[in-house]
């Protein structure tokens, strides 16, 4: 199995000052592995990223809230999930893995909800975790008697085939790390097309997130700034913004996630528009209001 990098030791702080109550709104927990067992068959595994550690980085960065999203090295076992809800507080939310839905009774998701899960995320192919149709269909409407929101990930080729599976839900769903639109080719790539039109309907939003990867050129990954600018010009009530600490499957070095809260401020170009990306959207999508 690929040994993955892992998260940046030092991470700096970031040069602006962020909003109170800013959230990151996608980070996981890995660990420790004695604790919390890997998934039979897991597409992967990553090396101890804690929730002390994520709750430090918060700390550093001037994140008040944050979503944990269940990785799929862990499957439909959310014990990971709840236990650094438990450790966070109130001003944190969970997104489980979708595969929960299909495995686990109506007293576990209960249990997730209590503990502040509000989302479920369907996760890329490669990770191992798929669903027929009629299971996909009953995940969904599981969602919809929870109230809660449905996460999508992106191939690294974009979301393109993928958008059947989606585009016709009215419940709110989540579309992460921007599409994986290709920043090289502009208004011409049919993943940014796609995301523009679902982002004008109002239940679809975008997640700012994965910049690191996206990017062609490297940092300061000034080569996605229009992508992510041309999302916000789309729908500003409807993007969110994520870290996604602690980088899984990296096979590069991680980033220092104070320059990607640097690189979100250049694509908000504003302080009220970062507002709504870091604290009125999230506090809406995941509940924070409540």
């Known amino acids: 199995m690929t040994q993955y990098q892992a998260f940046n030791p030092n991470p700096t ?3 602006t000052r962020l909003p109170p109550l ?7 927990v890995f660990g420790p592995a004695e604790r919390y067992p890997v ?8 090396p101890s990223a804690t929730i002390d550690v994520a709750l430090s980085l918060h700390r550093l960065l001037g994140i ?8 799929t090295t862990y499957g439909a076992d959310h014990e990971v999930v709840l236990d650094g809800l438990a450790a966070a507080g109130p001003n944190y ?6 595969v929960v839905l299909a495995e686990r009774d109506d007293a576990y998701l209960a249990r997730l909800h209590d503990a502040g899960v509000r989302g479920a995320r369907f996760t890329r192919q490669g990770l191992g975790i798929s669903m027929a149709p009629a299971v996909f269909e009953r995940a969904i409407a599981r969602i919809r008697e929870l109230g809660w929101y449905a996460k999508f990930q992106p191939e690294p080729d974009g979301m393109m085939a993928q958008v059947a599976q989606f585009e016709r839900l009215d419940i709110p769903v989540l579309l992460d790390h921007m599409g994986r639109a290709d920043p090289t080719l502009g208004e011409a790539d049919p993943t940014r ?8 309907r109002g239940n679809f939003w975008v997640m700012l997130s994965l910049t ?21 010009a789309a729908n500003p009530d409807r993007v969110v913004w994520g870290s996604d600490w602690p ?3 990296s096979v590069k070095a991680t980033p220092d996630e104070g320059r990607l809260v640097d690189q979100l401020v250049r694509y908000a170009g504003d302080a009220a528009t970062l507002k709504k990306i870091l604290v009125d959207n999230p506090a809406r999508l995941f509940g924070f209001d409540a």
């Open 13 to 15: 702080a970031p040069a």
């Open 22 to 28: 800013s959230c990151d709104s996608q980070f996981h």
């Open 39 to 46: 998934r039979p068959g897991a597409a992967y595994t990553m």
């Open 64 to 71: 008040e809230r944050g979503v944990i999203v269940q990785a």
């Open 93 to 98: 939310r969970g997104c489980a893995n979708a």
């Open 193 to 200: 097309q796609k995301l523009v039109e679902l982002l004008e």
């Open 212 to 232: 690191e990867k996206l990017s062609r050129g490297g940092p300061p990954w000034d080569d996605v700034t229009p992508l992510a600018q041309a999302l916000i």
């Open 247 to 249: 980088h899984p499957v």
